[in-house]
């Protein structure tokens, strides 16, 4: 038996969706198929639901197994929550889901201790889109013969830090009764998992098939492992500290849990393993948690600890993916989710790096804003010396004339990574992989519509880079 990991970048023109599969093939029949396992990590914003649903059916899958919502944003998971909610042909009835846990916007009774008081008449900084999100799952697994489930239902996700008053610095994970830590997910495997809570989940891994482990949540990192459990770090751009003041316990609650920027901060981060070749997709995590990671993530700072592929988390912002993260992971590419309403992502520091990387001979977009606020697009269009592949319905005349910009028809990147590339060495000057996109036409930066019955019609062609 042999299995072959592909890596689904659907281009959702905002947000992010990104689909997982691994097939299995058998070695000693022809290389018959046998099946795969599907995850899909965030479904993009409720008006893409439709191009979702349909590329899961493109693929194959009758049956979505995982299903991940990275963080409440509505570009993340509102393309979820509409494809549940009109899943006319059951894909998601054994879906298991995974998601950051409860929000501070469901749970008013944060604090047990009676010092720590809330007014839960607050403003939620969740919308109303996590109640449809739980009521769509409740659609579903009210129908006879699904067992839909939400593996995190009871993960603390609106108490994920207290300060230890004998240690003023240091952050403690809280004790909520009822529920698990905010880091629960992390360390754990998801697309093999066998059970439908947290209290006797577990993964039964079929020898050589790809696998996805959690490394982010809440705040919390993976930082090591210790006798097969991971070690986890609190992080935070919050500052506990009014001058020499130290704020109380309260207000340092109510900032980790409710403030704004927290939601991309909470963002669940994962690592994709198949033989030596290693994928990470983070939702919108930012540099603060990104930046403790890269010592798990190749702790020996050298070329053989390197991940091969990286989708900068959200979608290429300056606020994510460091200059330092990028060095310490030494991809040989990058996937960029991006989209039409995102003027400055992706940053002109990240686009830089990769085109200065000895490493990186091509990296990918999904589209690319004719209206840009940053990333000069010379490097991002039609010359010499970029490394930039757009997918889709894009070309150098948008610039020229911006109202040709459309959203593409077809601007998916797909990943594949056969049995015998996972086997080459990540110390290999050339980690082997294929990368496939749209374009409408040879050189790739440009389309010819042809016309017919006086509408323009455009002709797409899949092409496929080899990286090896």
């Known amino acids: ?14 947000g992010d969706a990104t689909l997982i599969l691994a097939k299995e093939f058998d070695d000693n029949n022809n290389g018959k198929f046998l099946g795969s396992r599907a995850l899909l990590i965030d479904g993009g914003e409720r008006k893409r639901a439709t191009k979702v649903y349909k590329y899961l059916q493109d693929q194959g899958i009758n049956k979505l197994d995982v299903m991940v919502a990275t963080h409440y944003d509505e570009d993340h998971y509102g393309g979820l929550v509409k494809m549940m909610e009109n899943d006319g042909r059951g894909i998601f009835n054994t879906t298991m889901i995974f998601d950051q846990g409860a929000p501070p916007s469901n749970h008013f009774n944060f604090y047990k201790d009676s010092s720590m008081v809330i007014d839960p008449n607050r ?5 109303t889109t996590f109640e449809k999100y739980i009521s ?41 009764q009822n529920y698990v830590s905010p880091h629960w997910l992390i360390g754990q495997e998801i697309l093999w998992g066998s059970d ?19 490394i982010a949540a809440n705040k919390w990192v993976q930082t090591g492992n210790a006798n097969g459990n991971a070690i986890v770090s609190f992080m935070t751009t919050n500052n506990i500290y009014d001058g020499n003041k130290r704020d109380d316990d309260w207000y340092i609650a109510y900032r980790e849990n409710t403030e704004k920027q927290g939601k991309n901060q909470k963002s669940l981060g994962f690592i994709v393993q198949f033989g030596n ?32 592929v990286v989708k900068p988390s959200h979608h290429g912002s300056n606020e994510s993916t460091s200059n ?18 995102y ?32 990333t000069p697009l010379a490097l991002l269009t039609n010359n010499s010396a970029t490394k930039a592949i757009v997918s889709g319905d894009w070309g ?6 911006p109202k040709e910009a459309k959203p593409p028809e077809k601007s998916d990147v797909y990943i594949t990574v056969t049995d015998a590339d996972s086997r080459v060495s990540s110390d290999s000057d050339n980690p082997k992989f294929s990368v496939h996109y749209w374009n409408a036409s040879f050189p790739r930066y440009s389309y010819y519509p042809e016309q017919s019955s006086g509408s323009t019609e455009y002709h797409f062609l899949q092409r496929t880079n080899r990286h090896s």
């Open 396 to 401: 150098g005349r948008w610039n020229d004339s």
């Open 196 to 214: 439908s809570n947290t209290e006797n989940y577990a993964s039964n891994i079929p020898q050589g098939a790809p696998t996805v482990h959690c």
């Open 1 to 14: 038996m042999s299995w072959t990991l592909e890596i689904h970048h659907i281009g959702v023109i905002d």
């Open 123 to 127: 403003t939620s900084d969740v919308n």
């Open 136 to 176: 769509a799952i409740k659609q579903i697994s009210d129908k006879s013969n699904t067992t839909i489930s939400r593996i995190t239902t009871k993960v603390n996700s609106f108490d994920i830090v207290r300060y230890d008053k004998n240690n003023k610095d240091k952050p403690t994970i809280p004790t909520v």
């Open 277 to 308: 070749f290693r994928y990470y997709v983070a939702g919108d995590l930012m540099t603060t948690q990104e930046d403790a990671l890269y010592p798990y993530l190749n702790p020996n700072n050298n070329r053989a600890g390197r991940v091969t």
């Open 324 to 341: 330092a993260f990028l060095t310490r992971l030494r991809p040989s590419t990058a996937i960029f989710s991006t989209g039409k309403k």
């Open 343 to 374: 003027k400055s992502h992706p940053a002109s520091r990240i686009i830089g790096q990769l085109q200065a990387s000895n490493l990186v001979s091509n990296y990918y977009l999904t589209y690319l804003n004719p209206n840009r606020a940053s």
